[in-house]
């Protein structure tokens, strides 16, 4: 059997036309559009291969190329980040794992991309992984927009959900909740294989794509991680993503 390398590549997936945030890419904090400060975090990794941004909207393509970041055109019909990643490695045919990086992390940890990629390059039966963080406030348990995570004694997913699990009946000592942070790594032929399965019923249900892996019998590695950093989601979430910005600015001084 021939030795075949590995290449991780870091992608991350733009588009323009967010329900919540039309143009959220391309919005200004701390002086850099939303997507540079993403890709300058990734820059700062050192177990990617590659970095490039997969996007289908021309002005999100001009503002990457801007600040020297490769870009990919993708076709507009995507329905996920993930199919539009699918298409955009395409173009990287050296790539043997995929980390799928969120285009609305600004303040995403450099040290948790390297751990994930780490994660799959350790292991090549594993076909997907990606992060999670402890929570201890009520009002994020039961926020359906936090997702929630449980793991077997391995620290594989068993499942994913917008509700509250476990339903704490009891809580016995030690038991923790995990938040689901929206980073994912994928071995190459599972990235395929999955873009190719029909959206799963449970998926449609909790209108979580992870869980069509669960569906279809994949192992989901769950790394646990400090990093409790925010996405920008909402026109109302700017301020205070940026003022975290120009606060950790301040101290890299």
């Known amino acids: 059997m021939s030795f075949i390398p590995t290449h991780i590549a870091g992608i991350l997936p733009a588009r323009w036309g967010s329900t919540r945030f039309p143009g959220k890419p391309l919005h200004r904090l701390a002086g850099k559009s939303l997507i540079e400060h993403v890709w300058l975090r990734c820059r700062e990794c050192k177990a990617l291969n590659s970095l490039l941004v997969a996007t289908d909207d021309d002005?999100?393509?001009?503002?990457?190329?801007?600040?020297?970041?490769?870009?990919?055109?993708?076709?507009?019909?995507?329905?996920?980040?993930t199919d539009r990643i699918a298409e955009a490695v395409r173009s990287i045919p050296q790539a043997t794992h995929i980390i799928n990086i969120q285009g609305d992390e600004p303040l995403?940890?450099?040290?948790?991309?390297?751990?994930?990629?780490?994660?799959?390059?350790?292991?090549?039966?594993?076909?997907?992984v990606t992060a999670a963080n402890t929570i201890s406030a009520d009002d994020a348990y039961h926020d359906v927009n936090v997702v929630k995570v449980v793991l077997d004694r391995n620290?594989?997913?068993?499942?994913?959900?917008?509700?509250p699990i476990p339903y704490l009946r009891h809580r016995p000592e030690g038991l923790e909740i995990y938040r689901h942070k929206g980073i994912y790594g994928y071995r190459r032929d599972f990235?395929?294989?999955?873009?190719?399965?029909?959206?799963?019923?449970?998926?449609?249900?909790?209108?979580?794509?992870?869980?069509?892996?669960?569906?279809?019998?994949?192992?989901?590695?769950?790394?646990?991680?400090?990093?409790?950093?925010?996405?920008?989601?909402?026109?109302?979430?700017?301020?205070?993503?940026?003022?975290?910005?120009?606060?950790?600015?301040?101290?890299n001084i």
């Open 108 to 128: 995403i940890d450099p040290a948790l991309v390297d751990q994930l990629a780490t994660a799959l390059a350790d292991d090549p039966a594993l076909p997907m």
């Open 59 to 81: 002005r999100i393509r001009d503002e990457a190329l801007s600040f020297g970041a490769e870009v990919v055109m993708t076709a507009t019909h995507h329905l996920t980040g």
């Open 191 to 251: 990235l395929e294989s999955f873009v190719c399965w029909p959206p799963s019923l449970l998926e449609q249900a909790e209108s979580l794509e992870q869980l069509r892996a669960l569906e279809n019998g994949a192992r989901i590695k769950v790394i646990i991680t400090t990093d409790d950093s925010i996405g920008l989601d909402t026109p109302e979430q700017a301020g205070l993503i940026e003022s975290l910005l120009l606060h950790q600015s301040s101290h």
């Open 155 to 163: 620290g594989h997913a068993l499942y994913f959900s917008r509700s």
